[in-house]
């Protein structure tokens, strides 16, 4: 084989791979705009709405948005899928009084625009005292060698760092709500976070959910493909914030 023929070959396979090369990067394109479009295309616009008695979808939105749910009254369990003990022993342990109810609770009765919770213990907030708050009134260091000292006795210190705790703090909101029929039980305590004020010292700082917890539930589930057949109970979980704190907003 002359020199010629062998550099003809070797142009011919550089070809045939920047060829493969330009196919494989282009098949790859295609999948990557295919996929973007099926984002795109799901949104979760419909991330808390069930329709026609589906299985709820998972949301970290809290607390959750006002279900939307099909007027169908076929989608709707019967008075003979209502008993209370059947009920109660399919839910099992799960069942918790605090968070909810299969009656109106009085709680709602009393304040049906909700109760405020603070948690004080002594004049201030229960639980672990933060670290600013431990932090106050120690020696500042100011960059330039030096240090400045807030020259007040210890009480007078401890009566600031709980003004100061006291003021951060982020009490829980809570609501009784009620989902409807198609859930058991329908009535739960959700938690939302107080927006009457900024919680930081200067202002800027909200109160923004920082815990939360899950509640199984009950939910009218129904497969079929006519509507209101082959129905049933089924457990899922619905998240509930339960603590908040002071914080930066998104």
């Known amino acids: 084989m002359n020199l010629h023929s062998h550099l003809r070959i070797t142009l011919n396979l550089l070809v045939l791979v920047l060829w493969t090369c330009r196919r494989v990067s282009g098949q790859k394109g295609r999948a990557k705009a295919y996929w973007d479009r099926l984002k795109h295309t799901d949104d979760n616009s419909f991330s808390g709405i069930f329709h026609s008695g589906t299985r709820p979808e998972p949301s970290e939105q809290l607390p959750v948005i006002d279900l939307q749910e099909s007027p169908d009254p076929a989608l709707d369990p019967k008075p003979e899928n209502l008993d209370y003990r ?44 933060p670290r600013f708050i431990k932090d106050f009134g120690k020696p500042v260091y100011t960059g330039d060698h030096t240090f400045v000292r807030l020259h007040v006795n210890r009480r007078t210190r401890k009566k600031v760092q709980k003004y100061l705790w ?30 009457g ?47 908040c704190s002071c914080s930066c907003p998104s």
Not at 178 to 186: A, N, S
Not at 206 to 214: E, L
């Open 166 to 195: 006291n003021f951060t703090h982020c009490p829980v909101f809570h609501t009784w709500k009620d989902l409807g029929i198609r859930f058991w039980p329908r009535w739960i305590r959700e938690g939302r976070c107080y927006q």
């Open 86 to 129: 059947t009920l109660r022993r399919l839910l099992g342990r799960f069942y918790d009084r605090n968070f909810m109810s299969v009656v109106t609770p009085i709680e709602h009765v009393v304040s049906p625009n909700g109760t405020l919770e603070f948690k004080m213990r002594k004049k201030r907030p229960k639980g672990i005292r």
């Open 197 to 243: 004020r900024s919680c930081s010292i200067p202002p800027g700082m909200q109160c923004r959910p920082s815990s939360k917890t899950r509640k199984t539930l009950l939910r009218w589930h129904c497969r079929g493909p006519e509507p209101g057949s082959n129905c049933s109970w089924i457990r899922f979980q619905y998240p509930i914030l339960t603590e």
